[in-house]
């Protein structure tokens, strides 16, 4: 809202832009003003509330998608726990109106509240910009609003109770400080003066006390001459008389011209305040009715929010009416258990007749939704389920409850009839019709007759029409015609109480008979009232027992068919939920053996780098050998650079099988990654030379013959370091026959080294017993 010098600001919503046809008279059956009440009630503040009071319906599609839209993106901030909050505003409509006459001063409590809502305005705006992008609809809202520095005056000169601060102006200051001064100098006197007085002369208890704005003290009447000065008044009783002495009067004038001046700069202060105040005054009011729009729009999205309803798709009619999960406001409101409707009517076929016994629902399903239409259309998300259609009707009518009047001589038949003649005057296509016990208040024939034709104009319009109705001839009426169709309130005949579930395309039972012999009417009775029904009317009813029956058998099985299946769906999805686990936790395990394969392969490389340097030594060595000695320490070199190795690829062997991993081994070395470490130290050790000259024979055989013991073995070592680093597959060993001893040595040191894999003698022609073949780890 932008204002224009001199608009009157009103408390009201603006006026829509298309206002839909619903007489008052409907407003009030559908019980309007108590569903607006429940709304309203939501608000932050009255003004907030009373807009929400104010609403009335639109049948302009645009403008109801708008109003709808913004609530939604509202609620569902809201449902998310976004901390925005409408501010309550106080009424500003008088302080407007002042504003708006040259001259006008606004008291202290006018500014007080004045402040209070300049202080609404700028928190309101701010939250207004913050939630901008996610509810554009409630960003829309925002408006210029006064400078924030009036606010800062405003809140310096004027308290909260809106009296006027030492702080508005220096001269005020000044004022006041003069005039404590002054009066307590007066109060000094006077009770420097009641000290003088004997206990015979004042009054008991006597206080220095005010007597028509003046300063007076209390003395017995019979001591008046004691004290000269003004007497103001007397006691009830006459005995004690308030005199204002003569050497207070000076300084009491003086007070009171002090005071004058305070009041003259107060209104000074309030009469500048006033005039910055009407330099803003059309901002002010933009602000103001900013705030109680916002308020309105908070209240409609938390009661969105606490309904758990669903934004219905608005069509201008003649479109489809879809209901999903609809509950009656006000029955929701009450706290009491609400069942859920659902109700679809095409437009080729609008009419809805509705039958079922008494209190069974069908009036408080008639008010359902004529309340969702007239809701929606004023922009408030009536509490409907998701998928909901609602079309934007142009005019709505209801006939339920009784219309009879004594004071205009009305029955309740011609109220109906008067009643129905309006609505058919002004029903269309693009028209609610509500119609309670229609043909009702005559005689059942004629009324059925009469019924009938209404509602078959109706449904030849394409008006959009729920008639409610225990006349048999209606319900067949609708079973034929094309344009109607039958609904029902389901009743459970067994404990002769209402489900208010809502059945179409089945006709309800009325359950009089059964409903009277359940309260104890005589049995005779009920015989003979039986006996008295039409036949063609008691082979209806044994119809509708008979498809009632049916139709709980076929919504029993289907009940336990989707039991089933949602049975059957749980599980799966447990089963899926399961699988998924399973493969996560497979994925996670083989990521975790890559990982450990990757640290093993990185710790064999720095272990097989230290072997690597450790053979160097030993090759260094043997290679200026000149001793035994020297001899044995490269041999003791080499061993231990491969043992080192050897526990190192243990150590990793240990740590797979501690994850609770598979390991393949080979004397205690993990294959997976021991594959890669011999690999790896091969690579290294092919760079090795021959380091004795009984090395410097073929690289597939070695010749210890002649050697002792120790010279044979660090031989024998060199000789299996230069094969595997040649990645030979085999190593043949010169021993000779003699006493077996050396051949013995030989297989001893053979099953030590973890890179032989086997060992054999020779054949005969590789040398017989002289000769042992090693078999080399690949």
Not at 429 to 453: F, K, M, N, Q, Y
Not at 672 to 696: D, H, P, Y
Request: charged letters at 25%.
């Amino acid at each position: 809202m932008t204002p224009v010098a001199g608009t009157p600001f009103s408390l009201l919503p603006p006026p829509v832009a298309r206002p839909a046809d619903i007489p008052d008279q409907t407003l009030v059956q559908l019980e309007w003003a108590a569903v607006l009440d429940v709304v309203a009630g939501f608000a932050a503040g009255p003004l907030g509330a009373a807009r929400v009071r104010a609403r009335r319906p639109s049948s302009h599609v645009a403008e109801v998608r708008a109003a709808l839209g913004a609530v939604a993106e509202l609620s569902d901030l809201l449902r998310h726990n976004d901390p925005f909050r409408a501010e309550p505003v106080p009424d500003l409509t008088a302080q407007l109106a002042l504003l708006a006459i040259s001259g006008g001063v606004l008291d202290g409590p006018a500014f007080s509240e004045l402040t209070r809502a300049l202080r609404a305005m700028r928190v309101t705006a701010t939250e207004l910009r913050r939630v901008a992008e996610a509810a554009p609809g409630a960003g829309a809202l925002v408006v210029e609003i006064p400078p924030r520095d009036l606010e800062r005056d405003l809140e310096r000169a004027i308290a909260a109770d809106g009296s006027v601060q030492d702080e508005a102006s220096h001269a005020l200051r000044r004022a006041r400080a003069g005039m404590r001064d002054l009066r307590s100098h007066l109060v000094r006197t006077l009770e420097d003066l009641l000290r003088r007085l004997g206990a015979s002369e004042r009054a008991p208890d006597a206080t220095v006390t005010l007597r028509g704005g003046r300063y007076v003290v209390p003395v017995r009447r019979d001591a008046r001459t004691r004290v000269p000065g003004i007497v103001h008044g007397e006691s009830a009783s006459g005995t004690t008389i308030f005199v204002e002495p003569e050497a207070a009067v000076e300084i009491a004038n003086q007070l009171a011209a002090a005071e004058a001046e305070e009041a003259r700069e107060v209104q000074r202060v309030l009469r500048e305040l006033s005039e910055r105040a009407r330099q803003h005054r059309e901002a002010i009011g933009a602000g103001w009715d900013m705030c109680i729009a916002v308020d309105d729009l908070y209240a409609r999205a938390r009661y969105m929010a606490a309904t758990d309803a669903s934004l219905p798709d608005m069509r201008d009619a003649p479109a489809p009416l879809m209901v999903r999960a609809g509950r009656h406001p006000l029955l929701l409101a009450s706290g009491r258990p609400v069942v859920p409707f659902d109700l679809t009517l095409e437009p080729e076929r609008p009419v809805l007749v509705i039958s079922g016994p008494n209190t069974g629902g069908k009036t408080v399903l008639l008010k359902a939704v004529g309340l969702f239409a007239g809701l929606a259309q004023s922009g408030i998300v009536p509490p409907v389920g998701e998928g909901s259609v609602l079309p934007v009707f142009g005019a709505a009518f209801a006939d339920i409850g009784d219309h009879q009047s004594i004071a205009e001589s009305l029955s309740t038949f011609s109220a109906r009839v008067g009643a129905l003649r309006d609505i058919l005057l002004h029903a269309d296509a693009r028209s609610l019709v509500l119609l309670d016990e229609v043909g009702g208040g005559t005689d059942p024939t004629e009324g059925a007759a009469l019924a009938g034709a209404c509602v078959l104009e109706l449904g030849q319009r394409r008006a959009v029409a729920l008639v409610t109705t225990h006349l048999s001839a209606l319900k067949e009426l609708a079973a034929r015609a094309p344009e109607l169709q039958n609904g029902s309130l389901e009743f459970d005949g067994a404990s002769l109480t209402p489900t208010f579930r809502l059945i179409q395309g089945t006709p309800g039972r009325s359950y009089g008979l059964v409903v009277a012999r359940r309260l104890g009417l005589p049995e005779p009775l009920l015989a003979r009232a039986d006996a008295l029904v039409p036949e063609a009317n008691r082979a209806l009813d044994a119809a509708l027992a008979e498809v009632e029956t049916r139709s709980r058998e076929l919504e029993a099985r289907a009940a336990a068919m989707e039991a089933e299946a949602a049975r059957l769906h749980a599980v799966r999805e447990g089963v899926a939920a399961a699988r998924g686990a399973l493969e996560e936790r497979h994925a996670d395990i083989q990521q975790q053996q890559r990982e450990l394969e990757r640290s093993g392969r990185e710790q064999a490389r720095r272990f097989l780098l230290e072997a690597r340097r450790r053979v160097d030594e030993a090759l260094a060595l043997a290679r200026a050998a000149v001793s035994e000695a020297t001899a044995r320490e490269a041999r003791r070199l080499v061993e231990e650079g491969v043992q080192r190795e050897a526990e190192a690829l243990k150590k990793l062997d240990d740590a797979a099988r501690a994850k609770g991993w598979r390991v393949a081994s080979g004397r205690e070395a993990s294959r997976k990654t021991g594959a890669e470490s011999v690999a790896a130290s091969r690579a290294v050790k092919r760079r090795a030379q021959t380091v004795s000259e009984t090395a410097a024979a073929s690289a597939f055989e070695v010749d210890l013959r002649g050697m002792t013991g120790e010279e044979a073995e660090a031989a024998l070592a060199l000789a299996i370091d230069r094969a595997v680093m040649e990645d030979l597959p085999h190593l043949r060993v010169i021993h000779g026959k003699g006493t077996g001893a050396l051949r013995t040595r030989v297989q001893q040191l053979a099953r030590r080294d973890p890179r032989v894999a086997a060992f054999r003698l020779g054949v005969v022609e590789e040398g017989g017993t002289g000769v042992t073949i090693l078999e080399l780890e690949r």
